[in-house]
C-alpha cells in the first residue's frame, strides 16, 4: 500500500514538472515583433505615447520609405531583413497595433493578440547568433537540433538523410566556413 501511494506521488510530481516545463515561454518567441515596437516606443515622447495619429506616424516613420501594399518601399534605415519582414506585416494593421499601444500594454502581450490575427508575426526570429573566438571552435554539441536546422538554413545549406543529432552536428561543422 505504501509502495503504491509512493509511485502514486511520484507521478503526480512528474506531471506537475512536465506542466511547468512546458509553460515556460520561449525566451525567442515575437521577438522581432518585440524589439520593433520598442523602437516605435522610443521614437514617441511624452504624451504622443497616448495619441493615436502619433503612434500611427511613428510606425509609418519606423518602417516605410514610401508607398503602400504592392507599391510599398522599406525605410532604409532598417538594417535587418526581420524588420523589414515584420514592418511589412505592421503597414496594413497599424489601427489593430495603435489602440493597445496607446493604452500602455505590454509589447509581448501585443505580439501575442496580434499573433492571434496573423501567426507569421511571431514566428518572424532574427539569426542565431554565434559567437566564436579566435582558434576556439564552436560546441554545436550543446546546442538543440532546431537551433542547428536554423543555423543551416541560415547557410543555405540542406541536411539530406540527417535523422540524427550527431549528423546535424556534423553537418554544422562542414559548413563552418559559410557566411550566415
Not at 518585440?34 to 506616424?57: P, S, T
Amino acid at each position: 500500500m505504501a509502495r503504491i501511494s509512493l509511485i502514486a506521488v511520484l507521478a503526480v510530481l512528474c506531471v506537475a514538472y512536465a506542466k511547468k516545463k512546458a509553460a515556460e515561454p520561449d525566451p525567442k518567441e515575437c521577438e522581432v515583433c518585440i524589439a520593433n515596437l520598442e523602437a516605435v516606443d522610443k521614437m514617441l515622447v511624452g504624451d504622443q505615447k497616448k495619441d493615436k495619429a502619433a503612434v500611427r506616424d511613428a510606425i509609418g516613420k519606423r518602417c516605410t520609405k514610401s508607398g503602400f501594399g504592392s507599391e510599398w518601399k522599406p525605410n532604409p534605415e532598417l538594417t535587418s531583413p526581420k524588420d523589414v519582414k515584420m514592418c511589412y506585416y505592421f503597414e496594413p494593421i497599424k489601427e489593430a497595433i495603435t489602440v493597445p499601444f496607446i493604452t500602455g500594454m505590454p509589447k509581448d502581450r501585443l505580439c501575442k493578440r496580434l499573433k492571434k490575427e496573423n501567426p507569421e508575426i511571431c514566428e518572424v526570429k532574427y539569426p542565431i547568433k554565434i559567437e566564436k573566438k579566435e582558434g576556439e571552435e564552436v560546441n554545436y554539441g550543446k546546442m538543440r537540433v532546431k537551433q542547428l536546422k536554423q543555423i543551416l538554413d541560415q547557410r543555405g545549406v540542406k541536411c539530406t538523410g540527417c535523422t540524427e543529432k550527431t549528423e546535424y552536428v556534423k553537418r554544422c561543422q562542414e559548413t563552418e566556413h559559410l557566411e550566415m
